[in-house]
Every structure is written in structure tokens, then in C-alpha cells.
């Protein structure tokens, strides 16, 4: 799994020796094709020689890729791609990288075809600056014809350009939301100019622009002065039932009449439900297959256990249910909450469902010769996101920005969602991506932390849990995996990718030196979730083993006596003069080194922002700098 498949295929450019060997490792990490011209040498097979003019061989690979990369001047690659540009709506994503890699521009196709946030990944990656000329960009605003794209929002017809340049101009732009996720909506920059509502009622102002978010299909009236879109979440689920036989095309076409006479719109469809004897009927396969949708079927004993509007005594007679359309679209409507944790798709079928009536649609019949179906259609809560859900598990480091790794800065700004304790989610506040999802929880709360991104990833999200240090080091990685265990997770879905990131006890390790040189452990003090006796246990066992130590969490304010223990088991094993640190708030602006002993360490503040490193028997400090032998020199005198 790699961060940039969802850019892929990428073509990647190169004229000179200095912008491949810029290009090269770059393109490793992205999964691209680097072409160079027959010139150069190649590298390996991830290199092609292009032949001839780069204009003509653009002109070929152009419809096969979906981003370009090109390290050349931002003139040439305008003068080479301009007679290729066709529609920003299916355009590639440009980006050019300047030959010493300190800045990538979002030449092209920034918003649709992904070029800023695939500049953004890639200015992470190099650690380089990245050239985004759109203004929500700078406005912080989220990109209004990606808005919906996290949630699987089909777009809509109308004015797109215009209602991003109202956006964009600070003009008051109108959002009536009638389906689908608000998350959205929560995490604006405080300036944004969008009025949720009807100004022209409430305070006799019209706005500039308007965005339905809504799974009805709405006419905009001529002549209107001002750029509408719209959005359609996909939260309607159409029951259906059918005679045996019934073709896909009189399928498709009675539920695109249903939907003309109800306005509603067929982009916000979700899925199809239906009872478990059609599992396998022709027509309503091939038409799900064709559409994408999700097909959940249920027996005739559940679809029977629900009141609808109009059961029949001749279908109960038949299948056993009352009602097949209208008992199957609501059981669809509330599939998604009635199956969290146990998800799979086409297996509806559960027992002690909490279900809500939500129809839309009563039961329609449609029939022609020898060909029938009834449908009947409801509006779920929650909409149906078609995508599988991701969670990064992602460590930032002791506490400043160059501390964290490429790959966890391009992991939290590819990230639907970010959840995290609200410290370190400021830290990353120059990571995050304008219309990004973010959710602070008080420190206290990381299991609810955990269990609020296995929902919004089981519901298809890309969400980043953020740890300070090493995610998986006392931080929140290994919850949320014993969570996803306790759901009964497959290993596959959401998908997992841990980030790595610098631990306390590297981070203090060194600022104060190297000692770290020789078998070292790290010990927590925190009894909270550990009984005293194992802490005290292993305690002894560090320092009879003389392994260089580092105490996490060693004192807080309710916790005060676990340090004074542990310096009393120390002092029984180790020389009093043992150097010791004391490092707070390691790379933060208010960091504080101290070096001691084991003897006098106590006299020192130490406290939850502390870690304690305690050295081994030959570590020795000289000129304030804490050293643990690796044994060279021992070795050498033995010789
Ligand atoms: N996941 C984190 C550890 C969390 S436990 C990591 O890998 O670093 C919290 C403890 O880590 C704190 O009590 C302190 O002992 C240590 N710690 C975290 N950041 C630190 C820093 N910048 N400087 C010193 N100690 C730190």
C-alpha cells in the first residue's frame, strides 16, 4: 500500500543528469515511470528512454497517466503541455519540481485532478516547499468540488467555477444540507463566508452563490442571478423486488423513473436491498454490478418483522414476507448502523435490529408485458461512502515539526480525518490540509479515540491516529489495534500503516549525548494501567542487568512517590555516582537538560514532561555530554 496510489499511474520527467538523479528515489517512493531521453544512461527498469521529441512522447503517454512530474522550467513544461490540456475535469495533475528540490509547484488540475494535494505529499516527501496558487487553498477553505469526495459524494450539475470564485472572493455562498455527513462543516477556518440557512429570510441579504447537499434532484430556476451547485450524498436505498426473469435494462430504467417522478437524484443512490431468494436473480446483479452498488439481501423472517405502509397478503403468501420493497429499503437505510463492527457486504441479515422508519418512496409498481418490479426507496442517516476506510498510525516525534519522519508528515496530509490529543494535533497545525476532518480529544479519553477512528474508517475514511514520539511506544497504536481485535477485524479492513517516529528516550538520548551506545530499556513509571509490582520488578531486573534505563512518565502530580522508589531499587544495584539525565520537553520551546547522578537526581524538578535517563555502570559524562561505551576501546586495550 503506498500513500500515493490514488494518484497512480504517474509519469515522471527528466532532461537532465541532475533532475534524475532528483527524480530517481523520488519516483521509488511515488511508484512512477521516470522517463529521461536517450542521452542519459538508464538506471534500472523503473527507467524508460523516451525517443524523439519530449513533445511528441507526452503526446503518448498523456491519457495513460494521471499526474505528471516534471523537473524542468515551469515555461517548458507550460509550452509542452498546453496543446494536450483539454477540460479541468479529466486533465492530469501537473507538478513541477525546480532542480534542487526545495519547491513543488501545482502547475495544473490542482483541485480535480489532485495536483495540490499530490504537491503536498511530494513537498513533504522531499521536504521542500510547496507552490499552491488556488486561493481556498490559502483561505484554508476546503475545495468546493472535493468537499464531498471523503464521504463518496457524487457531484452534481452546475456552475463549479463559479461558486469557487465566490468562494474564493469571500462572497457569502449559501449551503442548504439536507443529507449526508456535517462533519465538514465543523472544522472551517473561523473567516469562512458560508451562511447555513436562508439569508434572504433570515437577514434579507442574498448570497453569492449556493450548494445543495441534498439526494433530491433540484431545478435551478433560469435566469437566476447567482452559481449553484450540487452535491448528492449517497444515502437513499432503493427495495426492490422483481418477477423471476426481469431484465436488467426494465430494472434500470423503472428505477430511473421512480426517481424522475420523486425527484430524486440517481447519483445518490447507495445500494440496492432486496430479499435473499433474488440473491441470485440476473437482472439485479448485472445491474449492481454495472452501477457499483452494494447489493444486501434479507429473509423473508426479518423483512417480515417490520410494519410498512402497504403489505400485501399475496406476497406474503409467496415469499413469506408481507413486504419485499418497502421492509427491504428501510432495512438497506439503517444497514449502516445496525451493522457496525460486523460489516460485510450482501449479508444483511441480522437479528435484534434497531430500525428506523425513513421512506422516502412507498411501494411502486412498475410492470410491463412479462416483466415487473416494485420498488420503494429510503434515506439513510449516514451516508454510504464506497470506499474501504485506512487508519495511519502515526508517531510526531518529541515536539517540533523536523522531528517527524517524511512519510508520517505525508500520512497525516493525505488523511481524511486526524484524531489526536489536542497538543499534538497543534504541533502538526502547518501539516493539515484545508478541509480536513479533525477531531481533538482530552488526553484522557484515548480509548474513545480509538474507537472514533475504527468508526469513521470502517465507514470508509482515511483517518491519521497521532501519537507524540513512536506511535506504538506507550502511545495510541496499540490500543486502536486491540480495539479493531475486539470488533473482530480481518486484518484488511480498514487497512493499517504504522508510522514510526522518534521515541522520548531517542529524542533526550541526543540532545544529552550517545547514551544509548549499549543494551538499554525503557520502563514506565505510570501504575495506572500496570500494578506497582510489575513496574517494581522490572525496575530490579534493569538495574541488575545494568542495562542504561529510560524512565517515561516518572512523576505526576497524584504520582509522586514511583520515582523515589525506583531511584532506592537503583542506588541498590548502581553506583551513586551513575550520571543520570533529566530532559524535559526535549526539542520544545521550553526544554531543560539537566545532567546529575543517581545520588542527586531527586533534587531536580522532574515531571510528566521528564524523561529520566539512567546510565549503566561505565557510562561517564565528559564535558557535558553523557556517554555509554560500546566496548572499542575496551576491546582495543585488550589487544
Ligand atoms: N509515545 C511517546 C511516549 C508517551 S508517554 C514517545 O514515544 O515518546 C509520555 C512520556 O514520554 C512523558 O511522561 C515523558 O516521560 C516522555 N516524553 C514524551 N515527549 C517528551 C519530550 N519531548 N521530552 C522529554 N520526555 C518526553
Known amino acids: 500500500m503506498s500513500l500515493f496510489d490514488a494518484f497512480q499511474p504517474i509519469a515522471a520527467i527528466a532532461t537532465t543528469p541532475q533532475a534524475t538523479q532528483l527524480l530517481y528515489p523520488l519516483c521509488q517512493s511515488l511508484g512512477a515511470t521516470l522517463y529521461i531521453p536517450e542521452t542519459l544512461p538508464l538506471i534500472d527498469t523503473t527507467t524508460c528512454h523516451y525517443q524523439g521529441s519530449l513533445k511528441a512522447h507526452l503526446a503518448t503517454i498523456w491519457r495513460n497517466n494521471r499526474a505528471f512530474v516534471f523537473c524542468l522550467a515551469t515555461g517548458a513544461v507550460t509550452r509542452l503541455i498546453a496543446p494536450l490540456l483539454n477540460d479541468k475535469s479529466s486533465d492530469p495533475a501537473i507538478i513541477v519540481i525546480d532542480p534542487t528540490g526545495q519547491y513543488v509547484i501545482s502547475l495544473c488540475s490542482g483541485h480535480q485532478g489532485g495536483a495540490d494535494r499530490l504537491t503536498q505529499l511530494i513537498a513533504h516527501h522531499l521536504n521542500a516547499t510547496s507552490i499552491i496558487t488556488g486561493a481556498s487553498h490559502h483561505l484554508h477553505l476546503p475545495a468546493i468540488d472535493l468537499l464531498g469526495l471523503a464521504f463518496g459524494w457524487r457531484k452534481g450539475p452546475g456552475d463549479w467555477t463559479g461558486v469557487s470564485h465566490a468562494i474564493a472572493s469571500q462572497k457569502m455562498v449559501q449551503v442548504i444540507q439536507e443529507a449526508g455527513s456535517r462533519l465538514w462543516q465543523e472544522n472551517l477556518p473561523q473567516n469562512h463566508h458560508f451562511y447555513f440557512g436562508y439569508p434572504e429570510i433570515e437577514e434579507n441579504v442574498t448570497p453569492e452563490g449556493r450548494i445543495w447537499i441534498s439526494a433530491t434532484k433540484r431545478r435551478f430556476a433560469e435566469g437566476s442571478t447567482f452559481p449553484k451547485v450540487q452535491w448528492y450524498p449517497r444515502v437513499l ?15 434500470a430504467s423503472a428505477i430511473k423513473e421512480v426517481c424522475q417522478k420523486y425527484h430524486l437524484a440517481e447519483d445518490a443512490i447507495a445500494g440496492i436491498a432486496t430479499i435473499d431468494i433474488k440473491a441470485d436473480e440476473v437482472g439485479i446483479i448485472k445491474y449492481c454490478q454495472e452501477k457499483e452498488y452494494p447489493l444486501l439481501t434479507y429473509s423473508a423472517d426479518i423483512l417480515n418483522s417490520i410494519n410498512v405502509p402497504n403489505p400485501s397478503v399475496v406476497v406474503k403468501e409467496e415469499v413469506g414476507t408481507s413486504s419485499v420493497a418497502e421492509a427491504a429499503a428501510i432495512y438497506g437505510a439503517n444497514y ?18 434497531q430500525v428506523k422508519q ?28 464506497g470506499r474501504q476506510g485506512k487508519i495511519y498510525l502515526v508517531g510526531t516525534g518529541p515536539g517540533i515539526l523536523e522531528q517527524i519522519t517524511p512519510a508520517a508528515k505525508t500520512g497525516i496530509n493525505q488523511a481524511d480525518a486526524i484524531i489526536g490529543y489536542s497538543l499534538y494535533l497543534d504541533l502538526i497545525k502547518p501539516l493539515q490540509r484545508s478541509g480536513q476532518i479533525i477531531e481533538s480529544l482530552p488526553i484522557t479519553k484515548e480509548k474513545e479515540r480509538a474507537q472514533k477512528a475504527i468508526e469513521l474508517a470502517q465507514w470508509g475514511l482515511s483517518v491519521a491516529v497521532i501519537s507524540s514520539g513512536d506511535c506504538g511506544i506507550y502511545g495510541m497504536a496499540g490500543l486502536v489495534l486491540e480495539e479493531l481485535k475486539n470488533n473482530n477485524w480481518d486484518g484488511k479492513n480498514p487497512s493499517i500503516e504504522v508510522f514510526p517516529g522518534i521515541t522520548a528516550l531517542q529524542a533526550v538520548a541526543a540532545r544529552v549525548g550517545t547514551p544509548l551506545m549499549h543494551d538499554f530499556c525503557a520502563i514506565s513509571l505510570s501504575d495506572l494501567l500496570t500494578p506497582w ?16 534505563t529510560a524512565l517515561y512518565n516518572p512523576r505526576s502530580q497524584t504520582r509522586q512517590s514511583q520515582i523515589v522508589e525506583a531511584q532506592t531499587i537503583f542506588l541498590d544495584y548502581r553506583n551513586p555516582n551513575t550520571p543520570v539525565a533529566l530532559v524535559r520537553c526535549a526539542y520544545r520551546q521550553d526544554e531543560s537538560i539537566i545532567l546529575t547522578n543517581l545520588k542527586e537526581m531527586l533534587n531536580h524538578n522532574i515531571d510528566m514532561l521528564t524523561t529520566v535517563l539512567i546510565g549503566n555502570s561505565s557510562t561517564f559524562l565528559h564535558e557535558n555530554w553523557m556517554v555509554t561505551p560500546r566496548g572499542y576501546n575496551r576491546v582495543e586495550e585488550q589487544k
Open 237 to 251: 436505498w432503493v427495495g426492490l423486488g422483481c418477477i423471476r426473469g426481469t431484465s436488467q435494462r426494465f430494472i
Open 533 to 548: 509490582e510489575v513496574i517494581t520488578k522490572r525496575l530490579t531486573a534493569a538495574s541488575m542487568g545494568d542495562f542504561v
Open 358 to 385: 425513513s421512506l422516502l418512496v412507498t411501494k411502486q409498481i412498475i410492470k410491463s408485458e412479462n416483466e415487473a418490479v416494485t420498488i420503494a426507496i429510503a434515506q439513510s442517516e449516514l451516508e454510504y461512502t
Open 336 to 353: 449502516w448502523f445496525s451493522s457496525q463492527g460486523n460489516r460485510e457486504q450482501g449479508t444483511g441479515n441480522r437479528e435484534h435490529i
